[in-house]
């Protein structure tokens, strides 16, 4: 089939690429001429496990193209996709300019059927609304607007789009509903359902199920606070009740607050939408109080332990991305921390596998770039771990230890125990699980060079 992808982004570059590996002719359009340069040369824009591969394969096999231009870009195409940005407007909910424009600007251009596909995450209604504009200047015959939202997640991006859970898909046309069927069936070959539905239900379905995740997460993060205070382990608590098959054991892992550019972006919406259909989703808007509350939970910790003031202090983050495998840091929790810890004199070390280049951007030379996980603690009071990138799990503490003023470890993922921590005679605080060593903070008071180093003396 020959299709095209409007917006280049982490969801349009791999849909494209996905496309083009079962054998589609993909054209990749976006208005960033940088990005479209890059890819003309092979190369992505972006960093997500995999992508590089198929990107080299189908380049070389002339089945994926890149163009700035839309009308060139759309041509030929039978089915042309919208994985455009649905950022949020000042009142929170989804911006629909960039959907809106690139329909009005099809509408001229387009002069044989094509079905429009709207991939990006937008309101309930807005297949409508995408079809008003169109047919302002376009003939109704000529076009369908389906909607068809996308479940991926970053970081394994690739993978989800080949292998869906399932495929979702709102459209009341059922030529439009021939052309998706024909088109997923590689995908769903190992019995994974399409399920078609109108267009209204599809659109808030991708809603309901990132509202839902969030909530989860929100949930757990609550649990794991009160956890904390009462003596409890939230890792046992967690598997406790995971295990239960009405509940099941993903997503429930407490943390520093969901962040990236769909959970946050995605849950305002939905509150947004329910008040323009004159209903108050409390429970919604909950999860995003509860979230920005557990965003601030490490700069509150590392306060707690060293005081408001933290100048003289030097912390080394581990971890910018908003989770592991992505170098995405929208609304990630660690830029929130930097901003806390400088803000109140800290110098801050970062590292991250693959988000440096993004961080740098934003925070310039007012921090410092490590070069690996090492050197991002080479000197400092305590380690921040913000994301669970794999190298960090089983680091060498030895050299951990060695490296910084004093063994202390704030981890905002859990990714040690608190008995391996004891163990190796670190200060050890994590989330919602008792603290390791709670004693030896006593001593923060002092400056860290004078903490006593002899393993016997702690606690
Ligand atoms: N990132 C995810 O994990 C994810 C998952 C599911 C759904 N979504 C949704 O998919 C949509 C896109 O998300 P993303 O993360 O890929 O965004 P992104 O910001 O990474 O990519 C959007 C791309 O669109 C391009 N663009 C903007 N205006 C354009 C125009 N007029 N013509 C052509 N290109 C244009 C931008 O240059 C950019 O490359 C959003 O609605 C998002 O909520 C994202």
New binding site residues.
């Given amino acids: 089939m020959q299709l095209a992808i ?8 791999v849909t494209g690429t996905c496309f083009a590996e079962t054998g589609n002719n993909v054209m990749c ?4 001429e940088d ?1 479209v340069n890059q890819l003309k040369q092979g190369k992505s824009p ?1 960093y997500e496990p995999g992508l590089d591969v198929l990107l080299d394969r189908n380049i070389k096999e002339d089945r994926i193209h890149f163009t700035t231009s ?1 009308r060139e870009g759309i041509k030929d195409a039978q089915v042309i996709f919208l ?4 950022p949020p407007g000042k009142d929170g909910s ?1 911006d629909l300019q ?1 959907v809106l ?2 329909a009005a ?1 099809l509408s001229e251009i387009i002069t044989e059927y094509k079905v429009i596909v709207n ?4 309101p309930v209604g807005t297949a409508e609304k995408v079809a008003a504009v169109m047919a302002q200047k376009l003939d109704k015959n000529l076009f369908d607007v389906v909607s068809n ?6 970081g394994v ?1 690739v993978d989800d789009f080949l292998k869906p859970d399932r495929v979702v898909i709102g459209t009341s046309s059922d030529r439009a509903k021939k052309l998706m069927e024909e088109l997923y069936q590689p995908f769903v070959r190992q019995g994974n359902p399409i399920y078609f539905m109108d267009e209204r239900s599809s659109e808030m379905t ?1 809603y309901a199920a990132n509202a839902y995740l969030a909530m989860r997460i929100s949930f757990m993060n609550e649990m794991a606070n009160l956890c904390e205070r009462a003596g409890a382990n939230v890792d046992n608590v967690r598997m406790g009740m995971g295990s239960d098959s009405r509940i099941g054991k993903r997503f429930l892992f407490p943390g520093v607050g969901y962040g ?3 959970f946050p ?2 849950v305002k919406a939905l509150a947004q939408t329910a008040r323009e259909y004159d209903y108050e989703y409390s429970l919604v808007t909950t999860v995003m109080n509860v979230n920005d509350k557990q965003k601030l939970i490490l700069g509150r910790k590392v306060k707690d332990c060293f005081g408001s003031d933290l100048s003289g202090r030097t912390f080394g983050i581990w971890g910018l991305a908003f989770k592991p495998e992505t170098d ?1 840091i929208r609304e990630a929790p660690a830029l929130e921390l930097i901003d806390e810890l400088t803000a109140a004199g800290a110098e801050v070390k970062v590292f991250d596998p693959e988000a440096m280049e993004n961080v740098k951007r934003i925070f310039g030379d007012k921090i410092v770039y490590a070069n690996d996980q090492y050197d991002a603690i080479d000197g400092v009071d305590a380690l921040i771990i913000v994301t669970e990138w794999s190298a960090f799990r089983t680091p060498n503490f030895e050299r951990m230890n060695e490296l910084m003023k004093a063994p202390f470890v704030f981890d905002g993922r859990n990714i040690y125990t608190v008995e391996k921590m004891e163990e190796l005679g670190y200060y050890y605080e994590s989330i919602g699980r008792k603290t390791a060593h709670a004693s030896q903070r006593e001593k923060i008071a002092v400056p860290t060079d004078t903490i006593v180093r002899d393993r016997g003396s702690i606690d």
Wanted: net charge negative; proline share 5%.
């Fill in positions: 409007i917006g280049t982004g982490y969801v349009g570059l359009i976006d208005i960033n990005k972006i839309l994985a455009l940005p649905t989804a960039y424009d690139v600007q991939k990006s995450t937008v939202p996308e479940f991926l997640r970053e991006a991708k990236g550019s769909c972006k995605d995405d």
